[in-house]
């Protein structure tokens, strides 16, 4: 039995999601003085193919490479729900925080700032303007739920409160049997995903797992602990080329690729924890030293 109350998991699937593990994970192991089991999965089918050097540094930071079967889990296939596949296995701490592997940590954290019990902890998504608000009458009724009173700011589309959406980017949520059936809330929001997947509506892919995932939180039994902006800050989109914001004690950012990184110059940052916690500073598909002047 793990003595940390805390296990962060992420795709490690070659190419690009395995060398941004590392850093993921390295970043975890300098911004945490406490312990966290780490856990990285990848595609049953594509394990084979992940870089030797990679998988030799995710162990060194002592991360537990675990395959999944994804095929057929989706018709048709899902990668975003490899998050949901991942939430679904059997890990050893009270509770679990899934990430998506291009974030990183640039400033001290502590668990108990990330998880609240008897709450899902997650970010408000930053807009949803790839759809209006009457498509969440079809979505809650596809899983016979009733809607939710609760409104809340989306982080960057800000005229006025929305139906309850979140980035699934980050999602920390309390482990073992919630509903009188004895689910989880892995199971309760697979559940919901797949009978949302059944009916017709817009932009089922890529967002199934965020416009599953309010209602999953509420269905388990639980309600949403509303992080802020410093435990998960978004770059890109209106944010493009704009610095880190200097008013504000940022413990992570999700990046999105590694020339989002770069602007915002955390890509030395990232190396910098890299090396310190493995003694190894380069990975193939992250330098690109002429863009990034050799940091």
Known sequence: ????????????????????????????????????????????????????????????????????????????????????????????????????????????????????????????????????????????????????????????????????????GLIVFPEGPLTNDGESFAQVWMRLAQQIDQIDIVKKRPYLDQMSLPLAIRAAGLDWNLLPPEQHYILGGKLRGEPLPTDMDIKMIHYRNFDILREVKCRGMAKDMLEKTTGVRRLSSFDVDAADGGS
């Open 1 to 168: 039995m793990s003595d940390a109350k805390l296990t962060i998991f992420f795709v490690v699937e070659p190419p690009k999601y395995q060398d941004m593990a590392c850093f993921l994970a390295a970043s975890i192991r300098c911004q945490f003085d406490e312990p966290i089991d780490l856990v990285g999965y990848c595609p049953a089918d594509t394990i084979g193919d992940m870089d030797p050097k990679s998988v030799g540094i995710l162990k060194e930071l002592g991360v537990d490479i675990r395959p999944i079967d994804t095929a057929g889990r989706f018709d048709p296939p899902y990668p975003h729900g490899n998050k949901m596949l991942s939430a679904l296995e059997p890990r050893d701490t009270p509770y679990s925080a899934f990430m998506d592997s291009d974030m990183l940590f640039i400033g001290k954290n502590t668990v108990d700032a990330m998880l609240q019990p008897g709450h899902v902890s997650v970010a408000a998504a930053t807009s949803m303007y790839w759809s209006g608000q009457k498509i969440w009458k079809d979505i809650y009724a596809a899983c016979d739920m009733p809607m939710p009173e609760d409104r809340i700011w989306l982080q960057r589309q800000r005229r006025r409160k929305l139906m309850p959406y979140f980035n699934a």
